[in-house]
Structures are given as structure tokens and as C-alpha cells.
């Protein structure tokens, strides 16, 4: 048997495996627990009215969208995080079947996403999946940092420096930023309000 580290299936997370938009259900839920901190959508929706008109780049204003984890130590975000997945069960129905069979099939199933790793890592053990290539976010003692959003041709990059030679078997997103990933697989396929339907194949992953 072939080593199943060299044939890859990878997954979009928002709105492919999660129904939802990760970040902001996860922000919803901080308010939930700690109901002191609502004061942080002031700043939020002040950094979409700057990302609206083009004033600041994606990765500024989620940068300044995820506020609302204030100061907490990574030890807290990964207690809020496990908490909220442990009770979260809105995974899109299609996309479950065909993660079960990828890793039945010994595929290395890898995540690949836009939303900070810390958020999704506890979704993504939960589901068996032990590869996640997402945006770093960084804690530290006064604060924390956001790294280069994990969209479109940078997810590429990443997956590229992780693997830079196994084949990519399937990939599965709902964003059509993902095609050229879904293109270089042997089988793409794009999610659409949950349902799956195959893209052309555009040659191998190079």
C-alpha cells in the first residue's frame, strides 16, 4: 500500500466543511461568554466601513475585525475555541460524506483556509483532520498578530511549502478564489449552498 501522505484531499473550511462564516460565529459566541467586550462592535464596524471603501486591505481589517479576543492568552482562545466547536455541529451534510470517505480512502486530508488557525484547529481535530493550512495568528503578551490571509494564490504558496511534490487527488471550496486550487487537482469540486458539483480539471499541481 502506497503511503497515504502522497495523494492529498483538500478542504476549504468556511462555507465548504462549515456551513457559516467561522470567525464571525466564533465572535458571537465570545460575546456570549464574556457579554463586557460588546462594546469592541463600535471598532468593528468601523473597520468594515474602512474595508468597504477600500481604506484598508482584507488582512487589516479581519486584523482589526478579531478585536473582540482582546488580550487573552492562547491558552484562552483554545478553551473558547474547543468549547465553542464541542458544541457547534453545523458542518455542511455532503461535504461530511466526503471527508469520511477521503480518509477512508487514506487520503491526507488537509484544510486550507482564510480563517485564523486558532479558531478553526479544534473543528478540524473534532472532524479527524490533522493538516490545516490557514492564516497564523499570533499571540502575545500585549496583544496578538495576524499573518498574511490565506486566500486564493497564497494558499498555494503554503500548501506548495508543506507539499511540494504529492499529488493533490480532490479539493473542495465554495469560493470561486479557490479555482486555480480546485483546477490543479485531479478532481475539483465547488460547493455550492451545500451541494457539490465537479469543476474541469486543469492539470496537475506544479
Not at 132 to 141: A, F, G, K, N, Y
Not at 152 to 165: Q, S
Not at 172 to 192: C, I, M
Request: with cysteine; hydrophobic share 40%.
Amino acid at each position: 500500500m502506497s503511503d497515504p501522505s502522497d495523494k492529498l484531499a483538500l478542504f476549504d473550511f468556511d462555507g465548504t466543511l462549515y456551513k457559516y462564516d467561522s470567525i464571525l460565529s466564533f465572535c458571537l459566541f465570545y460575546y456570549q461568554k464574556k457579554p463586557l467586550r460588546i462594546w469592541r462592535i463600535i471598532m468593528q464596524v468601523y473597520a468594515w466601513v474602512l474595508w468597504k471603501s477600500k481604506r484598508i486591505n482584507t488582512s487589516t481589517f479581519k486584523s482589526k475585525f478579531i478585536c473582540f479576543i482582546a488580550r487573552d492568552s492562547a491558552q484562552e482562545l483554545r478553551r473558547m475555541a474547543t468549547q465553542f466547536w464541542n458544541k457547534k455541529d453545523a458542518f455542511n451534510k455532503e461535504l461530511m460524506f466526503a471527508l469520511q470517505r477521503c480518509q477512508a480512502e487514506r487520503l491526507c486530508v488537509v484544510v486550507v483556509s482564510a480563517s485564523p488557525d486558532l479558531f478553526i484547529l479544534p473543528a478540524c481535530e473534532k472532524l479527524g483532520i490533522k493538516h490545516v493550512v490557514s492564516t497564523t495568528l499570533r499571540i502575545h503578551e500585549d496583544g496578538y498578530t495576524l499573518g498574511t490571509n490565506c486566500r486564493g494564490p497564497e494558499k498555494i504558496a503554503r500548501l506548495r511549502a508543506l507539499f511540494p511534490t504529492q499529488r493533490i487527488v480532490q479539493a473542495y471550496s465554495d469560493n470561486t478564489d479557490d479555482l486555480p486550487l480546485l483546477h490543479a487537482a485531479e478532481q475539483g469540486f465547488l460547493v455550492k449552498r451545500g451541494a457539490i458539483r465537479s469543476v474541469p480539471n486543469a492539470g496537475d499541481f506544479h
